[in-house]
């Protein structure tokens, strides 16, 4: 049997470099590349190329993951740009934009994490928080921790009959490294878990179980906490069933 093959998008190294292979490199998180290679499946990391056709993509690859990275360009859910917005990475979201509605028209299993889950809101139609702490005075907890960033550092309630219940139950302990958040939520997703001061920790799709997005570093976590691997060996076998 052939193993999974799971597509996951990537960042660019935006800093200096004397390295010159390191300049624009595109890179992904070493967790995640490490919880896919252990639960049998192949992490291909995809990086933004002009003129992309999702199509090709879809065809090649058995699911989706849209990891963290900077923020999405205000440009793609009709704003324009909050004085406290991060960095952004337009070609990385123009990519995404294109990847995501071909594995999402295809019906193929897509999990995003942190800037991901935003991504994948707004491409539904929602927008997000551009700056939690100035534009939502509800959200009272630090979302961007000071703690080290594999750390969890506060509590979500989840919702019972989630996909997400299924992996983790009624609650969870997760680390929180985000300053922007979901606002208005997407056309075909629901919220299935929050904080305490109600932002959103993740959303999935309100029909089937295509998509689960969660806005906390579950691939920064599974080394010491066992049950974030779980999130993970359960949008694995989503994708199993897919096929």
Known sequence: MSKLRI???ADTYPFA???TNLVR???TARGLVDVINELGALPIVLPDVPDAKGEDYAEMFDALIIPGGPDVDPTFFGEEPHWKIGSTNYKRDVFEEEIFAAF???????LGICRGCQLINILMGGSVYQDLPSENPAAYIRHSQGANGS???????????SELYKSLGAK??????HHQGIKDVGNGLKVTATAPDGVVECIESTKDNQIVAVQWHPENMWQEHPE????FADFMAR???AK
């Open 25 to 27: 490199a595109p890179f």
């Open 228 to 231: 974030m691997r779980r999130l």
């Open 151 to 161: 750390y969890p550092t506060h509590n979500i309630s989840i919702e019972e009959g």
């Open 172 to 177: 969870a302990y997760v680390n929180s490294r």
């Open 7 to 9: 597509a996951i998008t």
């Open 17 to 19: 470099s004397d390295i």
């Open 104 to 110: 999402y028209k295809a019906g193929k299993p897509i």
């Open 239 to 241: 994708v199993e069933a």
